[in-house]
Structures are given as structure tokens and as C-alpha cells.
């Protein structure tokens, strides 16, 4: 398990996917930098996050809001208040722990949502000492898991960096739903930064200090929503769904929609969990079997939600199911807070009465999606290695190589890279063996490598090889980008593309 | 001048681009939040940007990385002990000024880069007080304009904020030389945040605490770069240039590239003025009087740089020429820093020497930019009032709008609207006047309408209206996604399309 990880981590550190911050320095726990082509792949995710998303809606827009937040909005929102982990010093050593991952490291149960009295007394029956030093460990405390920054010349405006970027939407609900022209449903979005002082980050490039989300907020009338939308047309969909004592095991129970809804599930919520479904199945391609909803209970749920499911990828770099998102029904905790703190009303008119809406949000944490596709993807077998990436996904899309480095090749290739250049991620390469060549891109997740030989000087078709079969087929160089298109859009399929010609 | 800003903030606030941060709570000097059609025009500027200055070179590449960095690092950078504005405190009201504007609002002349020893000795000679309670000033003193971030349980281990994203290439340096095969020049940009403490932040939209930069840092081998480049292809070329005393003129000199370069500047560094110039002039479409490149003199630019020229756009909402970027060569500086700080050896192979990389830096302001174009752009005459915005950055591209709300013209404009959608930013509108719902659209730059209206019904032509020219022409409904990428790509022109029609 250790070992996947390894591997993972050393293919995105070789080849420029992601890795440690600052190893220049010797490291920053919990914090990661994308290289280029980590970067392009994260791009493509929140291209197709956004374009699946906002297309849910013809009222559903990105934003983009500041990453500092004064006090005052993040008292109101409860976050100065409840944003807290629970924090257990050793008395010895001095070192810091999370009290219940002391707690988990025992029991290997979860042991989220604790008292500080709950941890205390856990620590004294199990007879826990520090994991460090073997000292005693002293009581537990609150630990807010904001970072605190000081605005102005003497630090004293207080604020500090977003825990979420939720906050950024709520307030400037007000202000879009007037540009917006007034109605709901109304979807705003932001892709960006938020920031968590973790106590001890762990687990590698999943619980980072600084990370990426993607968060959809849907502003809605709660008395009407469930009935404007399509369930009907989903009532008989099948969702993998852990509840209760289920997520403790890595498995998930098919449940239908209507299932769910009877049982108690509000209408809305259970359809909004067949579009994030499909996102994971049909978009990012993850394997059914590896994809669920566990359902988090009163205890463990974030404060400000009524109905909260995580969204799970099973993972064996992270040794199973591990969150990549969330679906959470927030109510009017966020707008209601806001308008009490700031005396403003932030109810709107809604045919004759005053609402004030309800807010659904789609949460995604950006680079555990990333690592997902990483960890779900990457493949050695034998001497081969392979990263199956979605095409759609991946940083490069067509390698080009000339065969040879002389008889005019590499003028041909280069001239077919310029050509596609424009619309399409492509990367030309004459360096090693045309079998180097193509392992390098197998590597990076290339699902498709293009290569000029002699038969290409003679009439024009050029070889055209498939990533995850190796298949390879001989098309016309003039026709590569149209083919290319329509592979990558799912127009044609690759084997419907000729018979298979020999390897060289 | 003051009601020009207000102007252009107001329909920035108004219709969803760029607003003063969380007015819910009475607002966050220095803070500026997106909404919906700024976020987007942000998007395609960023864009833009992307294609045309990473297109420089086929191993230039986006990177993305932390905005946290610990203390080691930018203290290797320079900017701990460096990064500073001058401080004056009123020892009466304990408000806090900067020093040079404290002069410069008196003077009338930049008075950037004095020491706190000159800045005392001009407040005592110019007799300036307290601007706010006419209270005795304190004596000045260096303020670092970083914020300050603790990290870990207790805060224990001291970060800033990143004031600028070149560190964040720096540091990943030496790890993207390898995995993008030891190859020179060698690109890498970042698209990011950055943040400064700025004392008092003014001009608005101008000057922000929390800002977006577009930089490009360029590494490569000082002893050969000049001569890879195609330098002579530019020679003739005329740049805008203010060098010394010009600067404080509202012009500009036209000067040659033969010219720069006889003049001692460097080849490569000119040659890269071209191209941020022409994207500028040819992709932004900033009208050539309002463009110049403004240089910095030893005592004003920043302590990394040996070569340093402002870009500038004049803006009539800020009072002039304001800078929107810089071309800034920063020598080995950073590398440098980096190896005498980290212990680790950042030169790497060419050929047969040990070469440790200059650095040139293309850095741009995003927000400046999307403010500039906002400046530029809008246009007030009579009772109509249009923003020119280039039909590739316009946040909706084309307006879908039946004539009337019978006679089946709503279904064939939202079918209509359907299928430009996965293409085209696409809005459709059928309230209001169509009079009105032009002027909605001439408002946010839309350069393109498209009417159905009764001749539609029988021949299913379309009325496509400009923007700028307010011109009106027939096409056929089924030719309007060709014609649309053909105008956008500035393949035909509008007024190439036919004859105008009558206006309704």
C-alpha cells in the first residue's frame, strides 16, 4: 500500500505531474506543487467539471472571489467558532496530534467528531502515550484550523485565508442575483484556493494545507425545487451508496433513486447525486466498483450541513475508499448567518412572497481528483508502464515521431506537430529508439502517438498507434486532425479505423 | 478624471465584472471580488496571454504552485529583508502613510525609491503633516509589505504570503530541468495570486493587497541567447518607449529596435518588447498612443533587476499611463540566492561548460488588465452606451433574441441558442424591447446579436447584428455558427457579409 504510493509519487515527481513543495529547502509539510504536465491535467479537470456543472443550468455561472476574508464574515458564517479539529500536545516532546487520529491509530475506527472530554477519557482507558517520545499526553484542546493573517500596517485588521470557497459565493449572493436578474435557481461556482492549518498533515498529497476546490452553490426556493426538476426521468437510476455502518466496509449498496427518496432523502438532493455520479462514471471514467456516497451522520457531518454525503474514490495508493468531493445540503445556515451579522435582509422576491433561498453545494477537492485519476490510471506490467488516463484528460494528446532522423522524417513529422499544434495538446520527439518514444508517452497518459516512416514519404499515411491496446493502424496524414477529433469525442472508435498493421 | 473611475465601476458593479470585496460588511480595503462576466473576461484574457507567450517556444510550459512559502525561501529571494515601502506613522491619529506618497502628494513627482533618512529630511523641509488630523508625522521606517503566516499547531513555523509567482518557478527550477529533458531556453509561467500588505491602498482597482499576476520567467544561457532569436527579422520595428525625464510626459518616443539595441540595451531583452508590444497592439487591440514601455532608473526598480521597464496602458479612470506589466531582467539573482541559500548546486550542463541560467521575466497584472480594457473599452454617447471589448475576450460573444414572444420565434431562437452553446458564449434573452435588449448586450461587450423574427418564420434567415458599427445583415440560421468562428477569428469581416438591412 506504502509502495503504490511510492510508485505513484515517483512516476508524478519523474515526469512533472506533482510533488513536495520546496524540496529545495528540505520540504513544507502539506503543501504540493503541479509541474507541466500536472498542471495541464488539472486544467482539463476543471474544464470538464465546469463545462458538466454550470451546464446543469442556464443560470449557473463561475465567479472568482479573494482568498482573504475579513473576521467578521467568517465569524458569521460559524467558522471562527466551530472550524476546529481537536488538538492533544505531549508533555514531554511538545510534539502535536489530532486527537482522534491517536484515537483511529488504536481502534482503527473513526473516531471524527469526539469532545475534547470524549478524547480525554479515550486517551486514558486506551492508555494512549505520545506516538513520538512515549510521554504523557496533555488534555486535549480546540484547535481552529484557520490560518489567521493581519491586514494593514500594523496587522490590525483581522482575518484570515478562506477555509472553503463557499464563503467567496455567499457573499456575493446579493450582488449577482441583481446582475443575474433576479432569479432562481441560481448557480455560482468558483474554482480556487482554500487553506487549513492541519495539525499533522498526512497521507502524502491528500490532506493538504493549501488545496484546490471546486465548489457549485445553487441558491433555490425550497418549497418548489425538487418539483422543477427532471426526477421522474431518473427514478429508476442505481447509485452506489454506503449509509450508516456500510462505509466501514469498502464496499456500496446499488440503491435507486426512488429508493433513496423513499426513504427519506429530499428529491433534489438524491437527483443532484445522479449528475455527480455520472461526472465520475461517464466523465473521469472511474470503474463503477471503485466509486461511491458514504453518508456522514449527525456527529460527523460539517456543521453547517442537514444532509452530507462524501463522494469516494477507492483508492490503493490511500489504501481504499477516500473522499474526493461532497454533496452537501447547507439549507439557509450561510445566508442567514450573513444577514444577521450584517443587519442586511438577504431574502428575495420570489413570485409574491420573500425567500430566503435554500443552498445545495457540489464540493470537490481538486487535487484528490487529480491523484485519483493518478492512482486509478497508472499500470505496470512487466517492463511497461502505462498511465490510462481519459483521452480527454490527458496533458499530451498525440505524440509525433519521425521513424528515422534523416530521408526527410523529421521535417514530416514537425511539419504534421505544427499543423495540430494549434488545436490540440501534441509533442514532438526524435530523441532514442521509436519504442522509447512511444514508452515515454504511455507513461504520461499520450493516448495516441503518431509516426512518419517510409511509407509515409511514399504515400502520405503515417502510423497511428492506440495507447491502451498498442494497436496500431495506417491512416493519411491529412486526415490526422479530423481523426484525432473524433477519437477524442467519441465519434469513432480507434478499431473502427482500419485493420491493424505490424509493429516495427 | 474621479468621475471617469466611478463611471467605469459602476458598470463594472452593476453587470456582474469587478466589485469592491464583501460590502456586505461595509468592504476590505484593497480587496476586489469577480462576478459572473468579469470572471469570464478574466478567463480569456488568461487565455490569450497563455497562447501567445507560451507559443514563444516549443518548451515553454504553466506551472502551479503554493501560494504559502516559508521564510527560507524568500529570504534567499531578497524579499524579506528587501521587499519594503517606506512607513510614516501620525503620532497623533497613529494613521499610517507611505512615504513617498506623503511627498508625492505635495511635489507632484514620483517619489519612489528614497531612503527613510530622505523621506524624513522632505517631510521636515516640505513641512508636510498629517494629511488626516493636520497631527506632527513619526519618524519613518522600512515596512515589510509581506504577509505574515505561522504554520503548524502553534504557528511555529514562520511563511508568507507569496508577493509576486516568479519564486514559486525558482524554487521548481532545477526539478522541471529535468523532467523536460535539460534543454535551454526553457520556460515556465505561472497564473496565480500573489499578495502585498500594501500601507494604503488607493486608485481602487489599481492597487490591491490580494492581486492576480500572468508571469513567463525565461531561463537560458546568457552567453547565447541574443543570437538564437530571430533579432534581425524585428530590427525595423518601432517600439514606444519613455526613457529618464520622458517618463513624466504623457508620451512617448518611437524608437527602432536597431535603435534600443545601439543604445545598449540587450538584444534578447528588446526582442521580447516586441512581442509583449504586438500583443498589446494586435491581440488586446490597445490603440498605439495609449501604449508605451516606461523605464526604471537604478533607484526605482525592483532590487532584483538589472534591466527594467514598465509596460503601460494610459487609462482615463487613473489619471494616465499606469503600468499593466513589466519586462524584467533579473539576471542569475534568484538562482543564485537559491544555491547560497539551499547548499545545492542549480547550474546546470550546456554543452560542454556549467552555466547557472539568467532569468528574463514577462510579468503581467491580470486585474490591471481586465481594468484597462474596461477603461478603454467603454463608451458613453448620448443615451447609449457601449463597451468595446475585442470580440475574442467578450464574455458573451452573441445575443439570441426573438422579435416577439409568439408566433414560434422563442422556440426557434432557443433552438437556435442550443446549438451555439457548446461553441459560443451564447446568451439568450426574449424580455424587454428588442431595442433594450441590444443595449444589454452593447453594455457587456457582446459583439454580436442574432434576431428571429417574422422572416425568419418563412426563409430562416437571421438578422446578425455588430456592436460596434451597429450594422445589420441577413444570414441564413443554419450558417451562423461558421459565420460567428469566421468574425471571431478574423477570418471575414462584418461588413464582407452582405448588404445592411433596415433596422426594426
Partial sequence: MASRYDDVMSLSVRRGFLWPAVDLYGGFSGFYDYGHLGA??????????????????????????????????????????????????????????????????VTHEEAEGLTTAEVDAKIRDLKIRCPKCKGELGPSRPFNMMFPVGVGPLGQDRAYLRPETAQGVFLNFKREFEALRRRLPMGLAIVGRAYRNEISPRQGAYRMR?????????????????????????????????????????????RTVADLIRDGLPAFYVYHMVLVQRFYLDRLRVPRERFRFAELDE???????????????????????KEVGGVHYRTDHDLSGHALASGKDLSVPVADRKVLPHVLELSFGVDRNVWALLDLGYEVAGDRSVLHLPPSLAPVVVGLFPLLSKQGMPERAEALYRDLRPGFDAFYDETGSIGKRYARMDEVGTPYCVTVDHTTLGDGTVTLRERDTMGQVRVPGTSLAAILRDLLDGRREFRALGSPVSRP
Avoid: M
Wanted: proline letters at 3%; charged letters at 25%.
Fill in 299 to 321: 456527529r460527523e457531518r460539517a456543521f453547517y450541513n442537514k444532509v452530507h454525503f462524501d463522494v469516494q474514490v477507492a483508492q490503493d495508493s490511500l489504501g481504499g475508499f
Fill in 40 to 105: 495541464r491535467l488539472k486544467r482539463k479537470w476543471e474544464d470538464l467539471w465546469t463545462a458538466h456543472f454550470l451546464g446543469l443550468g442556464d443560470n449557473y455561472y463561475l465567479i472568482d472571489t479573494t482568498t482573504i476574508l475579513p473576521e467578521v464574515s467568517l465569524k458569521a458564517s460559524g467558522h471562527v467558532d466551530h472550524f476546529t479539529d481537536i488538538l492533544v500536545t505531549c508533555t514531554k516532546c511538545k510534539e502535536s496530534f489530532r486527537g482522534d487520529h491517536l484515537i483511529e491509530a
Fill in 210 to 254: 493549501e488545496f484546490l476546490q471546486a465548489e457549485l452553490q445553487i441558491f433555490f426556493d425550497p418549497a418548489t425545487f425538487g418539483t422543477t426538476l427532471p426526477v421522474d426521468s431518473v427514478k429508476g437510476e442505481s447509485l452506489r451508496v454506503a449509509r450508516g455502518a456500510e462505509k466501514h466496509a469498502p464496499t456500496a449498496n446499488e
